[in-house]
């Protein structure tokens, strides 16, 4: 190869333009949009079925195979045990995941109209400050032509 790069020579050369970018990069702020910080006070959203499935079947397979510490093995025998179900045993595990939805969805109402009636409140105070502020500007503006009025 007359004239040309090395494999090697090619592959350092783009790591250290790779390296080169990211640091450029790196100095930039991203573009992306901060997101609002989450509610601590806001409810869980409820799980499904398969997981409420999955809170029991933890528990069995731990007492099966007490040696496992494997998660991904837990969740793979999890996994297979539930696709293997038919709906009517299913059905106990849908059930429960259908109570504890309808007790979030409860929760959910008065959390929203908690935080409803905090804006409102939040809302009401600002409008009260700007209506005393304006108030006292213009008792400032009577007070300044009763002066030049004296003179």
């Given at each position: 190869?007359?004239?040309g790069k090395s494999k090697a020579e090619s592959?350092?050369?783009?790591?250290l333009k790779r390296k080169g970018a990211a640091s450029e990069r790196?100095?930039?702020?991203?573009?992306?949009?901060?997101?609002?910080?989450?509610d601590p006070n806001k409810p869980k959203r409820p799980p499904s079925a398969f997981f409420v499935f999955m809170e029991e079947f933890r528990i069995q397979y731990k007492e099966k195979h007490p040696n496992?510490?494997?998660?991904?093995a837990v969740g793979k025998a999890g996994g297979d045990k539930w696709k293997s179900f038919s709906d009517a045993e299913k059905a106990p595990f849908i059930a429960k995941a259908e109570k504890r939805k309808e007790e979030y969805n409860k929760k959910m109402l008065a959390y929203n109209k908690k935080s409803d009636e905090a804006t409102k409140s939040a809302e009401e105070d600002e409008s009260d400050k700007s209506k005393s502020e304006v108030n006292d500007e213009?008792?400032?503006?009577?007070?300044?032509e009763e002066e030049e009025d004296d003179d």
């Amino acid at each position: 190869m007359k004239g040309g790069k090395s494999k090697a020579e090619s592959k350092t050369d783009t790591r250290l333009k790779r390296k080169g970018a990211a640091s450029e990069r790196a100095g930039k702020k991203p573009s992306r949009k901060a997101k609002p910080a989450k509610d601590p006070n806001k409810p869980k959203r409820p799980p499904s079925a398969f997981f409420v499935f999955m809170e029991e079947f933890r528990i069995q397979y731990k007492e099966k195979h007490p040696n496992n510490k494997s998660v991904a093995a837990v969740g793979k025998a999890g996994g297979d045990k539930w696709k293997s179900f038919s709906d009517a045993e299913k059905a106990p595990f849908i059930a429960k995941a259908e109570k504890r939805k309808e007790e979030y969805n409860k929760k959910m109402l008065a959390y929203n109209k908690k935080s409803d009636e905090a804006t409102k409140s939040a809302e009401e105070d600002e409008s009260d400050k700007s209506k005393s502020e304006v108030n006292d500007e213009d008792d400032n503006e009577d007070e300044s032509e009763e002066e030049e009025d004296d003179d």
